[in-house]
């Protein structure tokens, strides 16, 4: 590892040093007296994200209502406080971590919010009912447990350490809900009382973890050691076994309970991690044949596998219009999406409440409906900028494990979001995946909260001791 | 590591493409087809908060939209609703509209191209547009009378004026209202309603003015008849025709007879001018077979038969039957056979008549309003065809002059005026009831309104009853109405 240059302390904005000084007292002092250009960037971001957050809930209820009501303001300002709490917390922690992750997950969030209280307003709920004030206080949690993981975690090589905990953590999380009662024919829910989570939702972090981890110790011998089948290099059996196994055992796990939407997910994590870690494309071509041909008998033998497919090929027929689990809740959702053509019918002015599910599978398309195509492309430049701040922690990274994680945890996000608006718009079939930040969903909100953490503090590491020059 | 990082931002950059695409098919390609897809309800909630057009009667709205507190956000009120029905039509949420409802539509709902500035106004403004307002040519005193006339029969009255072609009353009964097809009930009430009316024995749904199973016309087509022979040159009305009491069908067992029995006024002979007063069949019968199917179907044609016309809902389209052997071309010489007509088609044969020859196109639309009083489309006459000639039509005034006058139409008289008419009685079938008709035009000098007036049924008499008992008075009814303005 080089020594830090005086040439970027300079570009802090760094007092002028004398001489040689001990790097860790001169980081030290750097570190309190510095102000971060970081820190201003996600100050101003922040300000403009909680901004937009606040005009998106006065939208929906002048569309809406006609009128504003300020019965909402208590919440949404301890929200704000929570978010700017997250923002001294880095200031503190984390001074050089990645400006724009923070405003981006505060805007999708907040929008989500004001998208699921204007579907309560055509609801007519009131009180603790309400989607949006459950929404509300998951945030609350989830930025709290957020905090919480960005002070605690210092460093994120304590995660290396205890990674088969981590795979043990996400098996036992994928397999929890076989105890409990499935949920719309899905077994992914857990009922704790009046709270049910997804504890899916969580199982995806534990094993991105676990991945991580696991090939940055079995890379090379992954990608160099092995034996040669049909021109592929396929690795021992004490290599690959472990990953293998906890993979097969989480995709049965998922198949079982009919969470198809997660399987796919965790496939493609695995799938691009593996790839990653050991650069080899022909086990990615090997894993997709797989997939296809696992799909493709799973849509043979399970009904409702065929089911989906058939309304996702055929979404307009009438049969597949009015079957029961059919192509209505798609077909709806592109109505609502055409209803809002280029500029959209305008918050708390549209009809999303027509699509059933509307404030979690479908919260895209309200969001589409109301805001229209440039509200689409909007949300997802958002996201696309949030993944691709992942992957710059990747480019620029120096060890391993925080490189394959946070391109793990960055492309899970990014592969999440195409799973469901993939679906909305009829590009794949649909599953049963939140839009991260955006659906009502406390697990959700949680996991992908959590993601934010990580990715703030493995921000914060690469650049505290940069390899290369990033501005 | 870096190598496969950038191949994984390739793919996730990929996967955005593909996402910004498929939204923009969505959003910005594909919108019309579906916004026009019929299961869009979003579209047709949208339809529900505009506020729908009135349609007026002498300026008084006999369907409007009243602001109501629910998801539809307007109520279509029906006032005297079976009255109006069979030109109101109904509308319903999501089961469809008929009538002036339907053919307005556009109009009705602001939607037409007429308010397109309107349409442009506001969008940007925010609000929908209201719809157009339409005004009838329906005169309510005339309609009124028309309805008090049939009384409790199962009919149809159409009364127009000749010269410019406006209906003036349509009436169809059974009638039926309006006002429970577009109660705002759940779907499953309003489908009951409908079930309930289509399964009435007497059909309040069909509007018998310009649909349904059609009638046999009987002795009224007499009148297209005579217009056929005069028009060709070679006949005049004194032109005669043998004179028995009963005539064999050419080429059959069976035997036709004049409606009173005998011969037609006596004498060896009958001019077509004492068989049109007297209304006989049997010289008819003969002129029929004389000129041949191709020639009366001519002229009918050019009266109108077999052509739907807008009015602007489409009638159904009157029949006279083609390839006949002789003996049905005699039937059909009388009206019975395969003659099918409306009411409104034999109106527009008066009608004609009336007017010199010249049948001008009927319509029920006075003019369109838009919410600005702008009027964005008025009644313009328009001649439909031309069937006779002035002179051939003058003649036929006298004739039908004569029929009421002095002849079979003689209940249809009122005193000072020279009413012009011919009563039918149509033959349905062994044993039923006849169908009773009248059809005519008044003042015959200058004439205000042509009428035509059908009685199912029998007037409740089965075979006791025929066209002069029954049809002709009610007519009458109807024409003073109209005098009396």
């Known amino acids: 590892m080089t020594a830090p240059t005086s040439a970027t302390k300079k570009a802090v904005g760094a007092p002028i040093e004398a001489g040689p000084v001990s790097t860790f007292t001169s980081g030290f002092r750097i570190r309190l007296r510095a102000p971060s250009r970081m820190r201003n960037v996600e100050l101003v971001l922040l300000l403009i994200a909680c901004a937009l957050n606040g005009s998106a809930i006065l939208l929906v209820q002048l569309g809406a209502l006609g009128a504003v009501d300020w019965s909402l303001a208590t919440l949404g300002i301890g929200l704000s406080v929570l978010v700017f709490a997250m923002h001294i917390a880095l200031r503190i922690v984390a001074t050089e971590a990645d400006p724009f992750i923070l405003p981006i997950a505060t805007l999708l969030n907040g929008l989500g919010i004001a998208m699921i209280y204007r579907l309560d307003l055509a609801d007519g709920s009131e009180g603790w009912a309400m989607a949006s004030v459950r929404q509300i206080a998951w945030t609350a949690i989830a930025l709290a447990l957020a905090i919480a993981v960005i002070v605690v975690l210092k460093n994120h090589r304590v995660l290396f350490r205890f990674r088969l905990t981590f795979a043990l953590v996400g098996i036992v999380l994928l397999v929890m809900p076989v105890f409990f009662r499935p949920v719309n024919g899905a077994n992914i829910w857990v009922q704790l009382g009046p709270f049910s989570f997804q504890p899916g939702e969580l199982g995806k972090l534990a094993l991105a973890i676990f991945f991580a981890g696991y090939l940055v110790t079995a890379r090379d011998s992954l990608s160099m050691i092995g034996r040669k089948v049909l021109g592929l290099t396929f690795p021992r059996a004490r290599d690959l076994g472990p990953i293998l196994v906890v993979f097969a055992a989480s995709m049965a796990v998922l198949v ?26 022909s086990w990615v071509v090997l894993g997709l044949a797989l997939f296809l041909g696992g799909a493709f008998a799973a849509s043979r033998v399970l009904s409702y596998v065929g089911g989906r497919i058939n309304s996702w090929l055929d979404a307009f027929s009438t049969t597949n219009y009015e079957a029961d689990g059919g192509s209505y809740q798609l077909v709806q959702g592109i109505f609502g999406l055409a209803n809002g053509g280029l500029i959209g019918q305008g918050l708390g002015q549209g009809r999303p409440y027509v699509t059933p599910l509307a404030e979690s599978d479908y919260i895209f398309a309200s969001l589409g409906e109301e805001l229209g195509l440039v509200g689409v492309f909007a949300i997802l430049a958002l996201y696309l900028l949030f993944v691709s701040r992942g992957f710059r922690i990747g480019f620029a990274g120096q060890d391993d494990f925080g490189r394959l994680l946070a391109v793990g945890l960055a492309f899970v996000v990014g592969l999440q979001v195409f799973i469901v608006i993939g679906g909305v718009t009829r590009v794949i079939p649909l599953t049963g995946l939140t839009t991260p930040f955006l659906a009502a969903g406390g697990s959700s909100l949680v996991a992908n909260w959590i993601i934010v953490a990580l990715l ?10 940069p390899r290369t020059v990033i501005e | 590591m870096n190598k496969e990082l950038r191949r994984v931002s390739a793919v996730i950059l990929a996967m955005f493409l593909t996402l910004f695409i498929s939204s923009s098919v969505i959003q910005v390609i594909a919108v019309n087809s579906l916004q026009g897809d019929g299961r869009n309800v979003r579209v047709l909630y949208d339809s529900f908060s505009t506020e ?12 409007e939209s009243q602001p109501v507190d629910d998801a539809y956000s307007y109520l279509r009120v029906y006032a005297n609703g079976p009255l109006y029905a069979p030109v109101t039509g109904y509308l319903t949420l999501n089961q469809g509209n008929t009538g002036i409802e339907d053919a307005m539509n556009e109009e009705l709902s602001g939607t037409s191209d007429a308010q397109f500035i309107d349409q442009v106004n506001a969008l940007i403004s925010g609000q929908n547009p209201k719809g157009a307002s339409v005004e009838l040519t329906i005169d309510p005193v005339v309609q009124q009378a028309a309805w008090d006339a049939l009384g409790d029969n199962t ?5 127009i004026d000749p010269k410019t072609g406006k209906i003036l009353a349509m009436v169809s009964k059974e009638s039926y209202d ?13 489908i009951e309603n409908y079930q309930a009316l289509l ?21 009224i087509f007499k009148i297209v008849m005579t217009a056929a022979a005069l028009s060709g040159g070679d006949y005049t009305p004194e032109s005669e025709f043998p004179n028995p009491g009963q005539l064999q069908l050419t080429g059959t067992e069976t035997f036709i007879s004049n409606a009173e029995g005998g011969s037609c006024g006596g004498g060896a002979t009958a001019s077509i001018a004492t068989a049109l007063r007297l209304s006989c069949n049997i010289p008819f019968a003969q002129l029929g077979e004389a000129m041949g199917e191709d020639r009366i179907r001519d002229m009918a044609e050019r009266f109108g038969f077999g052509k739907k016309v807008s009015i602007p809902m489409t009638a159904t389209a009157s029949i006279y039957p083609s390839g006949m052997d002789s003996a049905q071309l005699q039937l059909s010489s009388f009206g019975q056979f395969d003659d099918k007509v409306t009411p409104l088609q034999m109106a527009m044969v008066s009608a004609a008549i009336a007017n010199g020859g010249v049948l001008m196109q009927p319509t029920l639309i006075e003019s369109v309003t838009a919410p600005d009083l702008r009027v964005i489309q008025s009644s313009q006459p328009s001649v439909f065809s031309t069937p006779v000639s002035g002179d051939v039509a003058a003649t036929m005034v006298q004739m039908l002059v004569n029929g009421v006058s002095n002849g079979a139409a003689s209940n249809a008289r009122i005193s000072g005026v020279d009413v012009a008419g ?6 349905n079938g062994e044993g039923e009831p006849y169908t009773l008709w009248f059809t005519g035009f008044a003042p015959a000098n200058d004439p205000r309104v042509a009428i035509a007036v059908v009685v199912e049924n029998g007037g409740g008499r089965g075979q006791n009853a025929f066209g002069n008992l029954v049809a002709a008075p009610m007519a009458k009814k109807v024409l003073e109405a109209v005098l009396s303005r």
């Open chain 2, 52 to 63: 729908r057009g009135p349609i007026l009667v002498d300026g008084v709205p006999i369907a």
């Open chain 1, 256 to 281: 079982f309970q009919k969470d198809l939407g997660t399987a796919l997910l965790y496939f493609g994590l695995f799938l691009v991690m593996l790839y990653v870690a050991t650069g080899r494309a």
């Open chain 2, 422 to 427: 011919k009563t039918g009685t149509a033959e």
């Open chain 2, 178 to 190: 309006p006002n429970v097809l577009a109660s705002h009930e759940s779907t499953a009430t309003v």
């Open chain 2, 155 to 159: 009919g149809a009255i159409v009364a």
């Open chain 1, 456 to 465: 703030l503090r493995l921000s914060d590491t690469v650049r505290g001791q």
């Open chain 2, 199 to 219: 399964a009435n024995p007497n059909k309040p749904l069909i509007n018998r003015a310009i649909a349904g199973d059609l009638y046999h016309p009987g002795s």
